[in-house]
T-cell receptor, first 113, second 112 residues
């Protein structure tokens, strides 16, 4: 079946690193995404990783993918108060010739000054 | 270059009524997907349109229908509204052959 799981809450101090974890079930997933959602706003794509990659770094963001364990993580270095938001993990799955995104419930990140 | 535009931003409807939500995709994108996000939940896939046809559908009843126009814009229609239809409705557009999804800011629907 299709399922994406995330821990619901994470609290860190400003300047520390944040690590948000995600597990997924569809081994045929091709791309895995991290989206950020601020209160009352839509979804902002932060980064994505192709399933044949182990790691991707983009400025303060590092994505690690363990395909064997179907585990994805997002590390935010030097976390700032502006990083407070809900972070969603999503996998891209195929149905016939079409693809869709399957989402986790989101991890609410609170950054304390 | 405008991203994905959704209208209206907020809407209040009464149970049993019908609603139409609109989405204009990002320039260069020809595929539109709709998602429902209830409070405190992740988005749930409703359906996807490409070449003016519904290409796949999530686990939503027939009360949810849609349309895509020749200019790639799309509408989501919900009939016989229920209280449980209250949610943020998100539209995402993407180019057909790549994996870049761009989301709009959503339409907040409240059914009373």
């Amino acid at each position: 079946g299709e399922d994406v799981e995330q821990s619901l809450f994470l609290s860190v101090r400003e300047g520390d690193s944040s690590v948000i974890n995600c597990t997924y079930t569809d081994s045929s997933s091709t791309y895995l995404y991290w989206y950020k959602q601020e209160p009352g706003a839509g979804l902002q794509l932060l980064t994505y990783i192709f399933s044949n990659m182990d790691m991707k770094q983009d400025q303060r963001l590092t994505v690690l993918l363990n395909k064997k364990d179907k585990h994805l993580s997002l590390r935010i270095a030097d976390t700032q108060t502006g990083d407070s938001a809900i972070y969603f993990c999503a996998e891209s799955t195929y149905a016939g010739n079409n693809r869709k995104l399957i989402w986790g419930l989101g991890t609410s990140l609170a950054v304390n000054p | 270059d405008a991203g994905v535009t959704q209208s209206p931003t907020h809407l209040i409807k009464t149970r049993g009524q019908q609603v139409t939500l609109r989405c204009s995709p990002k320039s260069g994108h020809d595929t539109v997907s709709w998602y429902q996000q209830a409070l405190g939940q992740g988005p749930q896939f409703i359906f996807q349109y490409y070449e003016e046809e519904e290409r796949q559908r999530g686990n939503f009843p027939d009360r949810f229908s849609g349309h895509q126009f020749p200019n790639y814009s799309s509408e989501l229609n919900v009939n016989a509204l229920l209280l449980g239809d209250s949610a943020l409705y998100l539209c995402a557009s993407s180019p057909r052959d790549t994996y870049g999804y761009t989301f709009g800011s959503g339409t907040r629907l409240t059914v009373v």
